[in-house]
């Protein structure tokens, strides 16, 4: 060939890299990922960290100066903590812990919040391990969709879900009506704590049968067959070989769950009322009453209990994370066999009762809330609150709650916050999947808003940018809207990286670096390389980001007071207060427009790995 | 063998000085020096855990040395990513891109720099897939290429945009042996035609010694010896790349003569020991091993050893399985032979000699004692220790 390497044969030969202008380019290629991750904090910093530390200031700053009173008196307050009151008062831990097993103990409103946050871990894991068994375990038909449909509790809005539960267990809600036909009495479930454990499990035993699933499929047949050919027998192997592997996973869904439902806010608004109110609820309540630094210590406390039980965890997770690769998966059983043995019969037996029950939990809240939306008063099938709604739109006063505004708002925010968290959580997903030191703070940083409440960033950022701050004599203050934007954004982006990073980290390196030594800038690499081969995961976290926003009601609710920028789920709530049947008919507006962007995630996003 | 080629004249290529590597404390690379020539074909070879690999990457530029330079042309290339070092990298794995077509991959890396020539890159990548034998199948994807064909793909890959420079690792060492030896020829082929300054990481010494002009051996982040080929298998430099290339018999004795010897009282220079007839001749050392005295060629060109040892000086040497003739009653011991591999074309015959484990190769396979002896001028001085240093 007549070319020779450049230098050799013709050292003089033209330089037959890039022009100036591309190389211009390439140099601002070369920078782009810096500017992206740059970007990325200034947005996390303005609207979540800048929030949370106004709000921490709040806390610890009474009239110009600062002290710890406010903390002081808060954990000493038998209201918050109950008995727990007294040992941070000075008590005797003994006489404290004789309180607590005593009949007519006081856990506090912290006390309870965690109370009902175990409970609902533990009927969380009970309900999603038995889906997990089948899902890894089994094979029929359907199975793939069921396992895709695990994610449908996580896009759907928590207002929504509590709507449906309030159709399902309110004096005149489907299961009395059910317990009416076969002669029993009406039960009153509203207002109680099953009621609100229900509702968490509806939402985060999915989310424990997700991840124990995906680590139960990544155990190697091998391994199995290995234990068995040493003598182990088929539950001696489960034990040492399947076991060891799926507790992590199980773990780590009990972990999310306990934090998500010991920060939970709309189902407990809804279905526990204040008469069983978590710290979220009377954080929102404080506030709203305008005591900002009694809601700013509760939001401290809350978020200190939520990032230990977190830290726990993934200091357990560091220690104890598999990675398999390229394993051969357990075979599945087919769900019906064909010559069935007894012990077979039973399992299949179990399911049975678990999937009824399980039916029960998942479909009662829609197929209650669709039902509600179409029952009128008298039991009779009517459009009636559709018509409200129509109604209150065409001849709504301005103060009240219109539909199409609420449906604009939400599709507005959604499309919106999505362009602001895809980029965010795909730089973040870079970020944290390269290997150097402090990667592990990096990534803490970067995805502490899975963990902190959206009351306290919807406060934070209401009492900085939305009432205004002063920087250098200007007075800066954003819309609501904006700010609600943002707040999704942020509630959305740890969404992305988690659907991202996965895929990120099990890409061959040496595809990175061939590309890079074929010329291509990292930011290029990334454009061309990376994310086409990880675009299904790129597209669930766009979905996922759509959906966060669609459903976000706890920082929305905050930043909507008063302004026209409410969404859906506001809307469904300012509804439910007074009249059950419009507030259900907004839930099946707002179930539809969140299933579109389901079917966005099943048909653009097939497979990808993390949540 | 045959092909390799030490022009010692020819303009340095790749400088390394002083590189080192270090990973949180542990050392992957320690002080390498080398220069590597413009056009030659260069192998880093060694066990796994030398240091050939991050070498490699220190040259591409994935990693950055934490002590030393890197230079190209003379120039000093720290801080300048892959990007813009105009190499071409052919990984183990190959690392295509697994969403692009053959054609796509090859070209990928036009979309950086213009295809060399002045031809359009569709033109270059019809060029390099004609190249590397796989005219045609432009529009397949990837998958559905055999091993050896990714592999060649890989190599046209990075070849297309004119790199000055081709780096190589282990790009073999997923492919079944008989491929690897008929695809060696053919990269080694390619190099030649480009004219490609290329360095080659394998642990496969075959391999580094079948396609290099010079090899670099590697042990513990450091080039032991850096030689050609011949070099390397004939004259080794330590005791490890004497065992490393190829199948060899180390000895490790003290030179006899002198006042620890049988009383010749000349040095080592004509010394003979008479006892059982053994014979060196001029040029040659008696070598005292484990009680046996044994003669060995000195002052050999390439040797180790400058001069000649005196007695009393350590000395270790060695001679190939090939040399080390069964039957051969002088200059020699006898042996047990303690288990024989049949390899086809020879036997390849383990020997007990005390406590010395020996190699030699045979037509047939042997039984119980033999006698073994070598040609002194077959045996390799690898170093020389005089009593001085060692006490």
Redesign the interface.
């Known amino acids: 060939?007549?070319?020779?390497?450049?230098?050799?044969?013709a050292p003089d030969a033209p330089d037959?890299?890039?022009d100036r202008p591309a190389r211009l380019r390439?140099r601002l290629e070369?920078r782009a990922l810096a500017g992206l991750t740059a970007a990325t904090v200034a947005v996390l910093a303005v609207v979540f960290y800048y929030p949370i530390g106004t709000v921490l200031v709040e806390s610890v700053v009474v009239d110009g100066a600062v002290t710890l009173g406010v903390f002081a008196r808060l954990l000493r307050d038998p209201f918050y903590f109950g008995e727990f009151a007294r040992l941070f008062a000075g008590e005797g831990p003994i006489a404290v812990a004789r309180a607590l097993v005593g009949p007519d103990r006081r856990l506090g409103i912290v006390g309870f919040t965690a109370y009902q946050a175990a409970l609902s871990t533990v009927a969380s894991v009970a309900l999603g391990l038995p889906a997990a068994y089948l899902l890894a375990r089994f094979e029929f038909p359907g199975r793939r969709t069921l396992r895709s449909l695990t994610i449908v509790p996580f896009v759907l809005p928590s207002i929504m879900v509590a709507v449906g539960y309030v159709a399902t267990f309110g004096r005149n809600g489907t299961l009395n009506v059910l317990l009416g036909a076969v002669g029993l009495g009406p039960v009153e479930l509203m207002f109680t704590l099953e009621a609100i454990v229900i509702a968490h499990a509806f939402y985060n035993a999915p989310l424990v049968a997700r991840v124990t699933t995906a680590a139960w499929e990544s155990v190697d047949a091998g391994a199995v067959e290995t234990a068995r050919s040493l003598g182990a027998g088929p539950l001696r192997a489960f034990l040492d070989v399947v076991a060891p592997q799926v507790y992590p996973a199980v773990l780590m869904g009990a972990a999310l769950t306990f934090v998500f439902t010991f920060g939970t806010f709309p189902i407990v608004l809804a279905l526990g009322g204040f008469e069983l109110a978590t710290v979220e609820v009377f954080v929102y309540r404080l506030a709203r009453d305008l005591n900002y630094a009694e809601a700013a210590a509760l939001a401290v406390v809350e978020l200190v209990i939520s990032l230990t039980v977190l830290g726990a965890y993934l200091r357990y997770e560091a220690r104890h994370t598999v990675t398999s690769r390229g394993v051969r998966p357990l075979p599945r059983r087919p769900l019906v066999p064909s010559a069935p043995t007894p012990g077979d019969v039973l399992t299949r037996l179990g399911l049975g009762v678990y999937g009824g029950v399980a039916a029960l939990v998942f479909l009662a809240p829609i197929v209650s809330m669709v039902l509600a939306s179409v029952t009128g008063g008298d039991g009779a099938l009517t459009l009636d609150h559709y018509r409200f709604l129509l109604d209150r739109q065409r001849t709504g006063a301005a103060f009240q709650v219109r539909p199409w505004p609420a449906v604009r708002n939400s599709l507005v925010f959604a499309a919106a916050s999505a362009l602001v968290a895809l980029p965010m959580g795909v730089v973040v997903a870079v970020v944290t999947t390269r290997r150097y030191r402090g990667r592990k703070l990096v990534d803490a940083v970067a995805m502490a808003p899975f963990a902190v409440s959206g009351i306290l960033v919807g406060l934070g950022l209401l009492r900085g940018l939305v009432f205004g701050v002063e920087v250098a004599g200007w007075r800066i203050a954003v819309a609501g809207s904006a700010a609600i934007v943002a707040a999704h954004a942020v509630a959305g982006y740890p969404f992305v990286v988690r659907t991202v990073a996965p895929g990120l980290e099990s890409l061959?390196r040496?595809?990175i670096?061939?590309?890079?030594?074929?010329?291509?800038?990292?930011a290029?690499v990334l454009r061309?390389?990376e994310l086409?081969?990880v675009w299904p995961g790129v597209v669930a976290g766009a979905a996922f980001a759509v959906a966060i926003s669609m459903g976000e009601f706890t920082a929305t609710v905050v930043l909507a007071t008063g302004a026209d920028a409410y969404t859906m789920p506001v809307a469904i709530e300012r509804f439910i207060g007074r009249r059950l049947g419009p507030a259900t008919a907004m839930g099946v507006v707002l179930l539809v427009v969140t299933g579109l962007s389901f079917v966005v995630i099943e048909r653009l996003g097939g497979e990808y790995d993390g949540i | 063998m045959g092909s390799e080629r030490d022009d010692a004249s020819a303009p340095v290529?790749v400088e390394l000085e002083g590189v080192s590597k270090r990973y949180d404390g542990a050392v992957a690379v320690e002080g390498v020096d080398l220069r590597i020539r413009?056009?030659e074909f260069f192998t880093l070879v060694g066990p796994s855990g030398c240091g050939k690999t991050t070498t490699l990457r220190l040259i591409?530029?994935?990693e950055e040395p934490t002590a030393g330079t890197v230079r190209f042309?003379g120039r000093d290339v720290s801080g300048v990513?892959?990007?813009g070092?105009?190499?071409?990298?052919v990984?183990?794995?190959y690392?295509l891109?697994?969403?692009m077509t053959v054609g796509e991959n090859v070209g990928?890396?036009l979309?950086?720099?213009?295809?060399?020539?002045g031809v359009s890159p569709a033109e270059r990548v019809r060029?390099l897939l004609d190249?590397v034998d796989l005219p045609g199948t432009a529009d397949r994807d990837p998958e559905s290429l055999s091993g050896g064909q990714r592999q060649r793909v890989?190599m046209a890959?990075?070849l297309?945009?004119?790199?000055?420079?081709l780096?190589l690792d282990e790009p073999m060492s997923a492919l079944d042996a008989r491929l690897r030896e008929r695809l060696r020829l053919q990269v080694r082929g390619i190099q030649r035609?480009?004219?490609?300054?290329t360095v080659y990481v394998t642990h496969d010494q075959e391999e580094a010694l079948s396609v290099s002009d010079r090899v670099a051996v590697m042990r513990d982040g450091t080039p032991e010896q850096v030689a050609p080929p011949r070099t390397v298998y004939r004259r080794p430099a330590s005791r490890f790349v004497a065992e490393f290339v190829g199948d060899n018999n180390v000895f490790e004795g003290v030179v006899a003569g002198g006042e620890s010897g049988d009383g010749d009282g000349q040095g080592g220079r004509n010394g003979t020991t008479g006892g059982d007839g053994n014979r060196g001749g001029p040029g040659t050392v008696p070598v005292d091993v484990g009680g046996t005295t044994l003669h060995v060629a000195v002052g050999g060109r390439d040797d180790a050893v400058n001069g000649v040892p005196a007695p009393g000086d350590r000395i270790t040497f060695c001679v190939r399985p090939q040399h080390l003739r069964v039957g051969r009653g002088d200059n020699g011991f006898r042996a047990d032979v303690e288990s024989a591999e049949f390899l086809g074309e020879t036997t390849r015959v383990h020997l007990g000699w005390g406590d010395r484990e020996l190699v030699v190769r045979t037509e047939d396979p042997l039984r119980g004692t033999v006698a073994v002896g070598f040609d002194p001028a077959n045996a390799h001085v690898i170093s020389v220790a005089s009593t001085a240093d060692t006490s």
């Open positions: 060939m007549s070319d020779g390497p450049r230098g050799r044969d037959h890299r890039r390439d070369r061959d040496s595809l670096e061939s590309a890079r030594a074929l010329g291509a800038s990292r290029r061309d390389v086409p081969l | 290529a413009e056009g591409a530029g994935f042309d990513p892959p990007e070092r105009n190499v071409g990298v990984f183990q794995n690392a891109f697994p969403h990928y890396g979309r950086f720099s213009d295809p060399p020539g060029e190249l890989a890959r990075a297309a945009p004119g790199p000055d420079l780096l035609e480009l004219g490609i300054t």
